[in-house]
């Protein structure tokens, strides 16, 4: 079973990089073979060639909602943040989940069937920094831990 | 105990491109606008940080087009150090915008749209898109994937990442291109140039079929600009900037790039985060300019290699003046592109220097500003840097590709939210076709207001004292 732990983010905009900040440390954290870690700051069909050939994927990754708690850390399929659309005026549109959808269709078998998301809340990133804000910065480690649980966790459980 | 929070349904809360179209009193369009919102910051996060760092920070402006960026930011580099690169570093550079442009074009036409040409415009948006594509035409999707594909995979040799490469740096590269490389390259560079020429010959039957369609859909006179070299082919990482009026007249030729600033302005409104650049000598708006494959195309004479070439002279006749205006030919110019693009990467890697070893010129000089202009896949892109005498950023100002279509993408939704909105009603299809007419412009809103995140079209419709009248989301 081959795992890809993916951190999505822009370490320059704040809050956006927690998953990048997450996969860095989880990256020295882990040393099984069969699982690999990996940031980047891409979106839409970028990823497809990232994801293709895993079995499994975690991806960790902001996310803005309209009643949460900025910190709070969710855990998710893709279809539960959006549904696939496929639909789009730029390539920004490509969501996760669309990708996903694409790459089964085309490269069927080559993409990770089980998907988890763990997704932290935050403010819609306006500023450029490398800062993040308090909240988000403490959400860390409990997000890395919750993903070496995943990642961890028998297959009965999940 | 592990804490496992599932919330349905999550809402991802994205506002980057949105458009008001505001009603006169008889219930007909009298503005449209298409909004983008900022994020703020860049420059001063640039402030202190040294020149050398720019090639990395600023393709982190957008997960689109990071290379353009990235070389732009280099060719700023460079004439801060104030060197002429080797011409293997020229070559290896040259490489990888090649490769950008393919991939880049390859994305927009197959996955983005030839959905609206297959499908027709009134299509179910369930099927008319890449989905669609996929189920009804394979093949077609599969040729995007590969030439994407191919040309991801130079940039992954030259910068070691698909997207976000470390290659270019102010002097030159990082790296040399090996041997096996190159011969990977030439392996697969006869199958990309043929699957070029399919998807033109793919668009030609299009505009076969639908003739009037091409010239009446946000069909308007502007403006072109571009790069040139000095045969005067189109240009896509040198050359100098020719402008042509929007009868074709040649206004500005021969301009070194770094004097933009003085043929171009830009102007801040206050309904939109992205700045309006317009062409000085004509005013605003009436300044209006264009830039990206139709630009690029309508100020040229030729392209740099054959089968382009051909296709370039075909295109010239569709207008009396040589310059096409309908916005719907930015599709067919960006295909000519994508097959020039191509055959630009074969000639460099035939030659076997692409390997020298040769890559980077040193310099002990810090000039005080430097200027890095470039044709990104959607436009002119201009990194203007200001340093110290240690290196250290003092200011940037970049105007990016999209930004300089601004004032003609709102034009074409405003055309289009015409034809369609009349006393008060709107047609059925009329925020297909507003998204069909933002799509040819293949925006990049998150490079050009420097933003991140998806864009969910939204289209408000007002009445004349702003009250909203009917929202509708794609």
């Not at chain 1, 860095?24 to 980047?40: F, P």
């Not at chain 1, 789009?88 to 269709?105: D, K, M, Q, W």
């Not at chain 2, 075909?314 to 310059?323: A, I």
Request: aromatic share 6%; hydrophobic share 40%; with cysteine.
């Amino acid at each position: 079973m081959k795992t890809l732990i993916l951190g999505i983010g822009n370490s320059i905009l704040g809050d956006d990089g927690i998953g990048v900040r997450a996969a860095q440390e989880l990256a020295a954290k882990i040393s099984d073979r069969n699982v690999t870690v990996c940031d980047v700051c891409v979106d839409g069909l970028n990823l497809l060639e990232i994801i293709t050939g895993y079995d499994r994927m975690i991806v960790i990754d902001s996310i803005v909602t309209e009643n949460g708690e900025v910190g709070e850390i969710y855990r998710l399929r893709p279809e539960q943040i959006y549904p696939p659309s496929g639909f789009s005026v730029s390539p920004h549109h490509f969501n996760l989940a669309t990708t996903l959808e694409i790459g089964r269709r085309l490269f069927p078998g080559e993409i990770p069937e089980e998907v988890t998301v763990f997704a932290v809340d935050t403010e819609e990133a306006t500023e450029v920094t490398e800062e993040m804000t308090e909240k988000v910065r403490l959400a860390l480690p409990e997000v890395v831990r919750l993903v070496l649980e995943e990642v961890s966790a028998p297959l009965a459980k999940r | 105990m592990s804490k496992k929070i599932v919330i349905e349904p999550v809402t991802r809360i994205e506002g980057h491109g949105k458009v008001t179209i505001i009603l006169n009193e008889k219930g007909n369009v009298d503005r449209a606008r298409l909004h983008v919102t900022q994020v703020r910051g860049f420059e001063k996060f640039c402030e202190g940080r040294l020149f050398w760092e720019m090639p990395v920070i600023t393709p982190r402006i957008c997960g689109i087009c990071p290379v353009s960026h990235h070389l732009a930011a280099a060719k700023a580099g460079d004439a801060i150090l104030g060197i002429k690169l080797t011409p293997t570093a020229e070559r290896l550079r040259r490489l990888l915008h090649m490769a950008q442009l393919v991939q880049s074009h390859a994305l927009h036409f197959f996955h983005l749209a030839s959905p609206d040409l297959l499908f027709g415009f009134d299509a179910d948006p369930a099927k008319r898109n890449v989905m669609g594509l996929i189920s009804e035409v394979p093949e077609i999707a599969k040729k995007g994937v590969k030439l994407r594909g191919f040309g991801q995979r130079i940039i992954e040799m030259l910068g070691d990442k698909k997207v976000h490469p470390n290659a270019a740096i102010p002097g030159g590269m990082n790296r040399a291109l090996q041997p096996e490389q190159r011969q990977e390259i030439m392996e697969g560079i006869d199958g990309v140039i043929d699957d070029c020429q399919f998807a033109i010959d793919l668009f030609r039957d299009y505009c076969t079929k639908n003739p009037e369609l091409m010239t009446s859909f946000a069909d308007f006179k502007s403006a072109y600009l571009g790069l040139i070299d000095d045969k005067g082919n189109v240009e896509y990482y040198d050359g100098k900037l020719r402008l042509k009026d929007r009868d074709g007249i040649t206004e500005e030729d021969g301009l070194d790039p770094a004097d933009y600033l003085s043929i171009i302005e830009e102007k801040v409104e206050d309904w939109s985060y992205l700045k309006f650049p317009y062409y000085k000598k004509m005013g605003y708006p009436g300044g209006m300019y264009r830039v990206g494959p139709l630009g690029r195309l309508n100020v040229a004479d030729g392209m740099s290699t054959p089968l382009a070439d051909k296709e370039l002279q075909s295109f010239k006749k569709l207008s009396g003046n040589g310059v096409v205006q309908g916005s719907l030919y930015y599709h067919y110019a960006r295909l000519i592109e994508m097959l020039n693009a191509a055959e630009e990467i074969k000639s460099l890697v035939e030659d076997e220097l692409i390997c020298a070893k040769d890559i980077w010129t040193g310099s002990s000089q810090i000039n005080e500003q430097g200027i890095g202009v470039i044709e990104a896949p959607r436009g002119t892109l201009f990194h203007h840097y200001w340093v110290d005498r240690g290196g250290k950023m003092r200011r940037a100002n970049l105007i990016v590709a999209t930004g300089n279509n601004n004032l003609a993408m709102n034009r074409a939704v405003y055309d289009v939210a015409r034809e369609f909105i009349h006393d008060g009603n709107v047609t059925e299809g009329m925020l297909n076709r507003v998204e069909v007419a933002i799509r040819c412009y293949d925006p990049c809103l998150s490079c050009s207001s420097h933003a991140l995140g998806h864009m969910p079209l939204e289209i408000t419709i007002h009445e004349p004292d702003m009250r909203v009248r009917q929202v509708l989301r794609s």
